[in-house]
């Protein structure tokens, strides 16, 4: 079994619909969690860290339960620009970081 | 400040050949890696360095090795590439604490013919 484990899409929705990626991890002592956006041939960077209350960011809102062990990315209102890959990221207790398979979005007009 | 430089950008290797990725931090981080992604694949974890002077195995370590030079520098060598190595190659770092991100290079793709 994979650390991180993503739905493995692709989603393609039409602009201003919402949208929800999952990510399940495997250890769980896990201290941290992530989502990091990927655009094509590009380096991967931090979308918004997730935290155990949940934490919202504009049109962004990610939720950590811990004890089924699972991660969420809600996208509101979507735009064009949203399309990319969206990492789930999970920090170890080892400090190392631990990436999904990725979950692409195509947002079309 | 540079953030994290990662050079080269491209490379093309014979089997057999050997090469080394250079990776350079500025940030005054802790904690160093180096990922490889795959065509439709997330990254995988080959090596990570969480402070000078010490270096772990990843999920892929075969065929790699690596040297923490010093605080700033995390290089990555093949000694006799394979095709199944051609791949990107990302470093990064990080402060090593548990909640801090991580900041990536640019990337080098490498292809092994």
């Known amino acids: 079994r994979k650390e991180v484990e993503q739905d493995p899409g692709p989603f393609n929705v039409p602009e201003g619909a919402t949208v929800a990626f999952n990510c399940t991890y495997s250890?769980?002592?896990?201290?941290?969690f992530f989502w990091y956006r990927q655009d094509c041939r590009k380096e991967p960077k931090l979308l918004m860290s997730?935290?155990?209350s949940g934490n919202e960011d504009g049109r962004f809102t990610a939720q950590l339960n811990r004890a089924s062990q699972y991660i969420s990315l809600l996208i509101r209102d979507s735009k064009l620009s949203d399309s990319a890959t969206y990492l789930c990221?999970?920090?170890?207790?080892?400090?190392?970081?631990?990436f999904g398979a990725g979950t692409r979005l195509t947002v079309k007009p | 400040n540079a953030g994290v430089t990662q050079t080269p950008k491209f490379q093309v290797l014979k089997t057999g050949q050997s090469m080394t990725l250079q990776c350079a931090q500025d940030?005054?981080?802790?904690?160093m890696y180096w990922y490889r992604q795959d065509p439709g694949m997330g990254l995988r974890l080959i090596y990570y360095?969480?402070?000078?002077?010490?270096?772990d195995k990843g999920e892929v370590p075969n065929g790699y090795n690596v040297s923490r030079l010093n605080k700033r520098e995390f290089s990555l060598r093949l000694e006799s590439a394979a095709p199944s190595q051609t791949s990107v190659y990302f470093c990064?770092?990080?402060?090593?604490?548990?909640?801090?991100?991580?900041?990536f290079g640019s990337g080098t793709q490498l292809s092994v013919l």
């Open positions: 940030m005054n981080h802790n904690s």
């Open positions: 250890n769980s002592a896990s201290q941290s």
């Open positions: 360095s969480a402070s000078e002077g010490t270096t």
């Open positions: 990221v999970v920090n170890g207790n080892n400090n190392d970081m631990r």
């Open positions: 997730v935290y155990s």
């Open positions: 990064a770092s990080d402060t090593g604490t548990a909640d801090e991100k991580l900041f």
